[in-house]
């Protein structure tokens, strides 16, 4: 490796799967049931168990699981959908692949989340739906969101594709509200290798999943089926299911090291970390993110690529979570430019994202704040 650093290579984000799971993915493998079946059942009801009893259907990806609470909340064409332009560009992608459009509305620069009072004044005669993302695992203010989406009869389909273990005075995301949906692609806290689950409401939403998830189908008696929709092929298999509760088991844990780590580098950096360098740390929030990743917005005085490429000298890898959805190619195609939102365009271009994983360690964090801070000076 071209590296002056002897040290290894550091990610800035790798899942871990214990031998326990990985056995258990054995017996599935042998067993011989390998797509959607028993293990995707226990994975289900144990999800539900610890979203309070609401009723909760898997996926084969976070991506698939917004479309399809999209698509039992009735969003389609001609309806307008706000979101934040600082998010993994699934969360506008699913508006335009059911037929809506989406709209999007400044995010607040502390938070880095979507900014309640710009989404409230985004909204038209035609909103029907808003999708608010939990950006590193910080959720919004719950109570406001709720209030806004109450007073203009809106849907809410929650992108918590981040915040699988984070909580809203001490509530947990996804025990309450509207639609859920969690992600658990290999990078984030929980993982089932690619998948997803939504939180919803009652069992006719839940029955509405399942045939949004396979085809349309619905079965009865011992050859009985129908196809009164159309679905597609969105089903988790029982294999990634049997990751995800290996997984599942150690989410306490998963959080409360992540904090632990989060609260390292806070005290690494120090009180005048700001001030020294113009760079911008996160919401110190010990209690209710999960700290799916720990971000730093950089000053202007260095460029993104710059900073990325010091790191890899030193042998860190840095991620950037997101460059504003609303510049992507795509989206300039339906009239979104720059100055639309000159906190998202800023701060996404600035944002980085640094080691933050299960198996991250306090010397991990100590060499990541050492590079910032010989970087930065
Ligand atoms: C990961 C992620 C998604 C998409 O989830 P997939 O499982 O990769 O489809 C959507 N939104 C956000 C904010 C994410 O982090």
Same mark, same amino acid.
């Given at each position: 490796?071209?590296?002056?650093?002897?040290?290894?290579?550091?990610?800035?984000?790798?899942?871990?799967?214990?031998?326990?799971?990985?056995?258990?993915?054995?017996?599935?493998?042998?067993?011989?049931?390998?797509?959607?079946?028993?293990?995707?059942?226990?994975?289900?009801?144990?999800?539900?168990?610890?979203?309070?009893?609401?009723?909760?259907?898997?996926?084969?990806?976070?991506?698939?699981?917004?479309?399809?609470?999209?698509?039992?909340?009735?969003?389609?064409?001609?309806?307008?959908?706000?979101?934040?332009?600082?998010?993994?560009?699934?969360?506008?992608?699913?508006?335009?692949?059911?037929?809506?459009?989406?709209?999007?509305?400044?995010?607040?620069?502390?938070?880095?989340?979507?900014?309640?009072?710009?989404?409230?004044?985004?909204?038209?005669?035609?909103?029907?739906?808003?999708?608010?993302?939990?950006? $590193?695992?910080?959720?919004?203010?719950?109570?406001?969101?709720?209030?806004?989406?109450?007073?203009?009869?809106?849907?809410?389909?929650?992108?918590?594709?981040?915040?699988?273990?984070?909580?809203?005075?001490?509530?947990?995301?996804?025990?309450?509200?509207?639609?859920?949906?969690?992600?658990?692609?290999?990078?984030?806290?929980?993982?089932?290798?690619?998948?997803?689950?939504?939180?919803?409401?009652? /069992?006719?939403?839940?029955?509405?999943?399942?045939?949004?998830?396979?085809?349309?189908?619905?079965?009865?008696?011992?050859?009985?089926?129908?196809?009164?929709?159309?679905?597609?092929?969105?089903?988790?298999?029982?294999?990634?299911?049997?990751?995800?509760?290996?997984?599942?088991?150690?989410?306490?844990?998963?959080?409360?090291?992540?904090?632990?780590? $989060?609260?390292?580098?806070?005290?690494?950096?120090?009180?005048?970390?700001?001030?020294?360098?113009?760079?911008?740390?996160?919401?110190?929030?010990?209690?209710?993110?999960?700290?799916?990743?720990?971000?730093?917005?950089?000053?202007?005085?260095?460029?993104? /690529?710059?900073?990325?490429?010091?790191?890899?000298?030193?042998?860190?890898?840095?991620?950037?979570?997101?460059?504003?959805?609303?510049?992507?190619?795509?989206?300039?195609?339906?009239?979104?430019?720059?100055?639309?939102?000159?906190?998202?365009?800023?701060?996404?271009?600035?944002?980085?994202?640094?080691?933050?994983?299960?198996?991250?360690?306090?010397?991990?964090?100590?060499?990541?704040?050492?590079?910032?801070?010989?970087?930065?000076?």
């Amino acid at each position: 490796m071209n590296s002056k650093s002897s040290l290894p290579f550091l990610p800035f984000s790798r899942p871990t799967i214990d031998e326990a799971t990985i056995a258990a993915v054995g017996e599935v493998l042998r067993f011989g049931w390998i797509t959607s079946g028993p293990k995707v059942q226990a994975f289900e009801a144990m999800l539900s168990e610890y979203f309070g009893g609401r009723p909760v259907r898997t996926f084969n990806s976070g991506t698939c699981t917004m479309e399809i609470a999209l698509r039992i909340a009735g969003i389609g064409p001609g309806d307008e959908v706000i979101t934040t332009p600082i998010s993994w560009v699934a969360t506008a992608n699913v508006i335009i692949e059911v037929g809506a459009t989406p709209v999007f509305a400044d995010i607040d620069p502390v938070t880095r989340n979507i900014d309640l009072d710009k989404l409230e004044a985004a909204i038209t005669s035609r909103t029907r739906a808003i999708i608010p993302v939990y950006l $590193a695992g910080l959720p919004v203010d719950m109570d406001r969101l709720y209030a806004i989406a109450h007073r203009h009869k809106l849907r809410v389909v929650e992108d918590a594709a981040q915040a699988i273990g984070s909580t809203w005075k001490g509530r947990r995301i996804g025990s309450f509200g509207d639609f859920v949906s969690f992600s658990f692609q290999a990078n984030k806290n929980i993982t089932t290798s690619e998948g997803g689950c939504l939180v919803m409401t009652d /069992a006719d939403e839940a029955r509405l999943a399942e045939k949004y998830r396979l085809q349309g189908v619905t079965r009865s008696g011992f050859d009985g089926i129908d196809v009164d929709v159309l679905g597609g092929k969105f089903n988790m298999t029982d294999i990634a299911a049997t990751i995800g509760l290996g997984q599942f088991g150690k989410l306490d844990e998963i959080t409360a090291h992540r904090r632990a780590m $989060a609260r390292r580098y806070f005290e690494l950096f120090g009180a005048d970390f700001e001030s020294r360098t113009g760079a911008q740390l996160p919401v110190a929030d010990f209690e209710q993110s999960n700290w799916h990743m720990f971000q730093l917005v950089l000053p202007q005085r260095i460029t993104r /690529a710059a900073f990325m490429e010091k790191m890899m000298e030193r042998n860190i890898g840095v991620g950037y979570h997101y460059p504003p959805i609303h510049l992507f190619s795509l989206y300039r195609a339906r009239g979104f430019h720059e100055t639309m939102f000159p906190v998202a365009e800023r701060v996404g271009r600035q944002i980085v994202s640094l080691p933050m994983f299960n198996a991250l360690l306090p010397g991990d964090v100590e060499r990541t704040v050492d590079a910032v801070e010989s970087i930065l000076r």
